[in-house]
């Protein structure tokens, strides 16, 4: 679950999850242009591949290729397991 944390810390790999959770199974320029068009941010290709890796190492996205192609799809599992572990608790008046 460390990992999890680690991979959502960061602004742009939560970026790129907003990205994949509106759109699923987008190309790294694909991702690249969303995040410049939509996020006003402008990271390198080389880093978005490497947050790409972070979130993967973390479960949270799959990556799948279809020819020449390599699509990443968000996997919100990891995240349900920390809703799991820590539900909400109801309030107390």
């Known amino acids: 679950m460390g990992d999890v944390f680690k991979a959502i810390a960061e602004p742009t790999r ?3 999850l907003d990205e994949l959770l509106e759109r699923d199974e987008q190309t790294l320029f ?3 242009s ?3 068009m939509k996020q006003d941010l402008t990271p390198t290709r080389q880093a978005v591949s490497q947050h790409l890796d972070v ?3 973390a479960g949270l996205v ?3 290729r279809r020819g020449r192609y390599k699509l990443h799809t968000i996997d919100t ?3 349900a397991q920390i809703a799991e572990r820590w539900p909400p608790r ?3 008046s």
């Open 34 to 36: 969303r995040l410049a």
């Open 90 to 92: 109801e309030e107390h």
């Open 14 to 16: 939560r970026a790129l």
């Open 62 to 64: 799959r990556t799948e």
């Open 30 to 32: 694909e991702l690249c």
């Open 77 to 79: 599992g990891p995240l």
């Open 55 to 57: 979130l993967e190492g």
